[in-house]
């Protein structure tokens, strides 16, 4: 167990940093009902600061499973009214939202694959406006981790429900940055480094990146026309900055959704909707994923593919080096908030409008012209193993090695 200090600046953390609640301002706390003590913690330090409200958007996994189990895939499928216009009032009113992250990983396990992907078609499909909201910075928010019985025995199986959650504890604390003397000037140093690195890249207006790994991964990643390098803090559209999540090691942009080519193989398990998918290669060809394989979950995989047009190309791709705290700790998470910070990934589906220049102000038709593509999904993967060399190329053909054996060069 953390201290009840360092819980607090953990709450601090979420609160500021990470969501930038102003004064006045509604908050949203979204999360299952077994992270209920930390949520308690984050309402009250967003009342100390000033909250006006703080709402609860409480999950229940467990009952999740049952549904999945028990309900038919058409009941599934019929998102209710009332859940729709709950995040319809979380837009019109401009709730910051802190939502934690620590759900089970094994827990739609020996679920029906087809109507778990049938059902997350349905529920993104009701919550595109709610994802347009975040997705394109109109709300600011943040999402953090505590450690839960579930999933702390996922990371750490041969160990005691409680020595696992202590473990977990520890790592989180270490990697938020919770053991340094003052957590929040912590975070605004390590938050100056990578805009400083994000700098450098969006100074070379790369083509595209070339990836390439022992593995058998070799892929160039053509990047969209006007893509923006983001890091840590982002810009809500009201102009003031905020952290997404927390923790976060990458620096990402777009790439262009017709100019990739090449395969690539997962560096770390992907877990999607409660399934472990690994050892898995993607071929791609003019951005397309055309061929994939999966040693282990290939069904889920198949599932998430067959979402739809989107989904076969990519939105996003990333980059952080193998020193990044939770790449040291050497601990899979089975979450990605963590995995995703412990290794270079792409991701299937939708892009950041913002990682493109006035990404917000361009139609859809705009956008797709630029390479941005679209998807009701956005499903991060991890290429980063510990020997990947990138080198960025340049429209007049200049190279640029940014990454040598897994770590920036730059
Ligand atoms: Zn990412
Ligand atoms: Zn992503």
Same mark, same amino acid.
């Given at each position: 167990m953390l201290s009840a200090q360092k819980m607090e600046k953990f709450a601090e953390l979420a609160v500021t940093i990470g969501a930038n609640m102003q004064k006045g301002q509604e908050v949203v706390i979204r999360c299952d009902v077994n992270c209920q003590d930390f949520a308690h913690i984050i309402a009250k330090k967003a009342y100390e600061l000033g909250a006006k409200q703080v709402l609860m958007q409480w999950r229940d996994e467990q009952l999740s499973r049952m549904s999945m189990l028990y309900a038919d895939t058409e009941t599934l499928c019929d998102i209710p009214d009332y859940s729709i216009q709950q995040l319809q009032y979380f837009i019109d009113h401009k709730c910051c939202l802190i939502s934690i992250s620590a759900g089970d +990983? &094994?827990?739609?396990?020996?679920?029906?694959?087809?109507?778990?992907? *049938?059902? &997350?078609?349905? !529920?993104?499909?009701?919550?595109?406006?709610?994802? =347009? %909201?975040?997705? !394109?910075?109109?709300?600011?928010?943040?999402?953090? !981790?505590? #450690?839960?019985?579930?999933? %702390?025995?996922?990371?750490? +199986?041969?160990? +005691?429900?409680?020595? $696992?959650? /202590? =473990?977990?504890? /520890?790592?989180? $604390?270490?990697?938020?940055?919770?053991?340094? $003397? /003052? #957590?929040?000037?912590?975070?605004r140093k390590h938050i100056a480094t990578l805009h400083r690195r994000a700098d450098f890249l969006n100074a070379h207006n790369f083509k595209y990146l070339h990836l390439t790994s022992a593995n058998g991964t070799d892929l160039k990643v053509g990047l969209a026309k006007d893509h923006l390098w983001l890091a840590a803090e982002e810009e809500g559209q009201d102009g003031l900055k905020f952290t997404a999540n927390m923790p976060t090691e990458e620096i990402f942009t777009a790439p262009h959704k017709d100019h990739v080519d090449g395969i690539v193989k997962n560096a770390l398990p992907l877990v999607n909707n409660g399934n472990i998918i690994d050892n898995f290669s993607i071929t791609f060809k003019d951005g397309k994923v055309t061929d994939f394989t999966a040693e282990k979950g290939y069904d889920a995989l198949k599932g998430l593919l067959s979402t739809d047009e989107g989904v076969l190309h990519l939105g996003e791709i990333a980059l952080l080096g193998k020193n990044s705290p939770i790449a040291q700790s050497g601990i899979l998470f089975y979450n990605t908030l963590f995995d995703e910070n412990a290794s270079c990934h792409l991701a299937f589906g939708k %892009?950041? +409008?913002?990682?493109?220049? &006035?990404? &917000?102000?361009?139609? *859809?038709?705009e956008l797709a012209e630029m390479g941005v593509n679209d998807s009701l999904q956005h499903v991060d993967f991890m290429v980063g193993t510990k020997d990947i060399n990138i080198k960025g190329v340049q429209y007049d053909g200049t190279e640029t090695v940014l990454f040598e054996d897994g770590e920036w060069v730059i």
């Open positions: +990983p &094994n827990i739609y396990k020996g679920c029906d694959a087809e109507k778990l992907a *049938k059902v &997350n078609v349905a !529920s993104s499909k009701a919550m595109a406006e709610f994802r =347009k %909201a975040t997705m !394109s910075n109109y709300l600011r928010w943040t999402i953090v !981790s505590v #450690p839960t019985a579930g999933w %702390a025995k996922q990371v750490f +199986p041969d160990d +005691p429900v409680e020595v $696992a959650i /202590d =473990k977990m504890w /520890d790592s989180i $604390a270490s990697i938020m940055r919770l053991n340094e $003397a /003052d #957590p929040v000037e912590a975070w %892009a950041y +409008p913002t990682t493109v220049r &006035n990404g &917000n102000d361009k139609t *859809k038709e």
